[in-house]
């Protein structure tokens, strides 16, 4: 039973438009989301986080935005750079339980 | 610097034989992870540990076995009584169990 969903595995962008990666969820309870990055052979790296009681968070050229009602989650990227070319995996705890895992989606930016 | 790091990097085995990934951190982290990545299936928790000297099943723990005798060290052995070992695999950890989690450089085990 996949909790959090990535339905789309893979996206193409053009070198400095916006990439939209998509994460649902199932668990209403779900209180701290999570987006990680990874380069093939390599650990994930953590990129950015939001908490439930919010609806977006930003970061640099990374914003986070969470749609409670649709159980929905998005990571925007603006503008595009060639070294984002990776998989992003969306991750969920719910209280202090374990982090779950999305499938994750391959990003590849086309220069 | 401070970090995780699992070693070693690549790593192959025979049928039938157990082996043993090993994961160090001197992030002074209390919580630690073993995750199993295999194409189209994201990241799977094998086992975790909360705390020294315990340690709890994830999703996917059946044919392997973890200690946790240090803070810093959470060893996986992959037993040969796991059907499909060969994957990526990745060790984590973070400050408490439902904090962010800082991941080591994987390691590939192949069995053949």
């Known amino acids: 039973d996949q909790q959090v969903k990535q339905n789309s595995p893979s996206l193409s962008v053009q070198e400095g438009r916006i990439s939209i990666l998509n994460c649902d969820y199932t668990?209403?309870?779900?209180?701290?989301f999570l987006w990680y990055k990874k380069y093939p052979a390599e650990g994930p790296t953590f990129l950015i986080s939001?908490?439930?009681?919010?609806d977006k968070n930003e970061d640099g050229r990374f914003t986070v935005f969470l749609n409670k009602s649709a159980k929905h989650l998005s990571l925007h990227i603006v503008p595009s750079q060639p070294g984002d070319s990776a998989v992003y995996f969306c991750?969920?705890?719910?209280?202090?339980?374990?982090?779950?895992f999305g499938t994750g989606t391959r990003l590849t930016i086309i220069p | 610097d401070g970090g995780i790091t699992q070693s070693p990097k690549y790593l192959f085995r025979k049928e039938g034989q157990n082996v043993t990934l090993s994961c160090e951190q001197n992030?002074?982290?209390?919580?630690m992870y073993w995750y199993r990545q295999d194409p189209g299936q994201g990241l799977r928790l094998i086992y975790y540990?909360?705390?020294?000297?315990?340690?709890q099943k994830g999703d996917i723990a059946e044919g392997y076995s973890v200690s946790r005798e240090k803070k810093e060290s959470f060893p996986l052995t992959v037993t040969s009584a796991q059907k499909n070992p060969t994957a990526f695999y990745l060790c984590?950890?973070?400050?408490?169990?439902?904090?962010?989690?800082?991941f080591g450089q994987g390691t590939r085990l192949t069995v053949v």
């Open positions: 984590a950890s973070s400050m408490e169990f439902y904090s962010e989690a800082f």
């Open positions: 668990n209403s309870m779900f209180d701290y």
């Open positions: 939001i908490s439930s009681i919010k």
């Open positions: 991750a969920a705890i719910l209280g202090n339980e374990k982090l779950t």
């Open positions: 992030l002074n982290h209390d919580a």
């Open positions: 540990s909360q705390i020294v000297n315990d340690f």
